[in-house]
């Protein structure tokens, strides 16, 4: 089992700019979620998925979008990147509500 | 509103040098509590889950507790390779989000 597999690792964006960040898990979760990462602050959620079809917004949604077409994958679409996106960015999975999340390494975004 | 708070923020040990971690919460519902333990440039990895006050879950040099308003992880003899962000984060009973404290960033020197 990989468990949860994010790319890029790192990426440069311009102002402007789009990009999707990938993430893939094998575990046949059904939950997924993305957090980004800030200097000093914990984890706060952009977006989550309970099952293939389902999504719905967290804490910080504003400036992204998400898509889950199948079990597995859960891409993160920045459209229009902004300085203010420049965070590390995890995807985590889990099999149900408030159970073991279990996360990706990471993609490190500086949009400048 | 859900809420997690860590101290101390930071926290550098000599090599054997006892002390605890803390995890203060304020959520309507606990579902659980979760700890995590974050090395530079990675994920999170899960380390335990406490769900009920007086619940104590041990493994290796680290030994988890919780009360009604707060966690604490205690580590025993640490070793430089416990270095790393330890992150707290509970779950509620009626939604989908976990809520991270900021995390305490543990140095164990030799």
């Known amino acids: 089992n990989a468990g949860v597999t994010q790319t890029p690792k790192f990426r440069i964006l311009k102002i402007g700019q789009s990009m999707t960040l990938q993430c893939t898990q094998d575990m046949n979760h059904n939950y997924m979620y993305w957090y980004r990462q800030d200097p000093g602050m914990g984890l706060k959620l952009i977006y989550y998925?309970?099952?293939?079809?389902?999504?719905d917004k967290g804490e910080v949604p504003n400036g992204y979008n998400v898509s889950r077409s199948t079990t597995e994958d859960f891409p993160l679409r920045l459209e229009l990147a902004a300085p203010s996106q420049t965070s590390v960015y995890f995807c985590?999975?889990?099999?149900?509500?408030?159970?073991?999340?279990?996360f990706g390494q990471g993609t490190r975004l500086t949009v400048v | 509103e859900d809420q997690v708070t860590q101290s101390p923020e930071a926290l550098r040990l000599q090599e054997g040098e006892s002390s605890s971690l803390n995890c203060s919460y304020t959520?309507?519902?606990?579902?659980?509590l979760f700890w995590y333990r974050q090395d530079p440039g990675k994920g999170p990895e899960f380390l335990f889950t406490?769900?009920?006050a007086g619940e104590e879950k041990e493994k290796e040099r680290l030994k988890a507790t919780l009360t009604k308003k707060e966690s604490f992880l205690h580590i025993t003899a640490p070793k430089p390779e416990d270095s790393a962000t330890y992150l707290c984060a509970v779950h509620h009973n009626y939604g989908q989000n976990f809520v991270f404290g900021p995390g305490t960033r543990l140095s164990v020197l030799p």
């Open positions: 959520v309507s519902g606990l579902r659980g």
């Open positions: 406490l769900y009920s």
């Open positions: 985590a999975s889990t099999t149900g509500q408030g159970t073991i999340a279990f």
């Open positions: 998925s309970v099952g293939a079809g389902i999504t």
